[in-house]
């Protein structure tokens, strides 16, 4: 499809499970991202990873752990979420880095539940 | 404020008609700008982009941006029941991209 492939693409986990997100692209991209999408409210940014090197953490909880290790792949490492951390999160990656226009290329992305 | 406001919609028009699609940003040094297309249950794709003031077209889709005035339209031509779906329009500056919430697009048979 776009060349970035995410698993699983539903996750249902209790609040105490420990769980994670994989996310790898085929398009030879140096910039990867993690975004969370609610219902009715704008994509949120949580990380940005340039060249295996995160250059953005949006205050995001220390409950979402991510991990690049190399260009191709990144995870989302979860631990005790909470309810409202339901949602669908994006995977994407882009050809350039900083100064540059970015396109971004997503992933099917993962639904999450939290119970 | 927040940075990329849309209207949320439902937008309704009928199979034929123009849908026409609103953006305002905050920040004046932006200076590239996406329309993103999300059917249900999908991922966003790109579908258009637009850098300068003016017009630009590409198939049914036209992209318009006004700098001074700080917002950005999309017109969808011809609209086709295919077109239903949430447009997001996104705002970038430096390396952070901004997206609006999006404005959800019904087109009627």
């Known amino acids: 499809e776009t060349g970035v492939t995410q698993t699983p693409r539903h996750l249902v986990m209790g609040m105490t499970n420990k769980k994670s997100l994989k996310c790898e692209q085929h398009?030879?991209?140096?910039?990867m991202y993690w975004y969370k999408q609610s219902a009715k409210k704008p994509l949120e940014l949580m990380f940005v990873?340039?060249?295996?090197?995160?250059?953005e953490n949006n205050s995001v909880p220390s409950r979402f752990s991510p991990e690049c290790p190399n260009s191709s792949h990144l995870f989302l490492h979860l631990h005790t979420l909470q309810p409202e951390d339901s949602a669908l999160y994006l995977c994407?990656?882009?050809?350039?880095?900083?100064?540059?226009?970015?396109?971004?290329?997503f992933g099917s992305g993962t639904q999450l539940s939290v119970l | 404020q927040k940075e990329v406001e849309q209207n949320s919609g439902p937008l309704s028009v009928p199979e034929g008609a123009i849908a026409s699609l609103n953006c305002t940003y905050s920040?004046?040094?932006?200076?590239?700008f996406f329309w993103y297309r999300q059917y249900s249950g999908k991922s966003p794709e790109l579908i258009m982009s637009?850098?300068?003031?003016g017009d630009k077209e590409d198939g049914r889709f036209t992209a318009q941006l006004n700098k001074a005035s700080q917002y950005v339209s999309l017109l969808i031509r011809d609209s086709q029941p295919s077109d239903s779906a949430t447009y997001l329009c996104?705002?970038?500056?430096?390396?952070?991209?901004?997206f609006g919430a999006g404005t959800t697009v019904t087109v009627r048979a």
């Open positions: 637009i850098y300068s003031n």
């Open positions: 996104a705002v970038h500056n430096d390396y952070k991209l901004s």
């Open positions: 990873y340039s060249l295996e090197e995160r250059v």
């Open positions: 920040d004046r040094v932006s200076q590239s």
């Open positions: 994407a990656s882009s050809p350039n880095n900083r100064h540059s226009n970015e396109k971004l290329f």
């Open positions: 398009l030879g991209h140096n910039a």
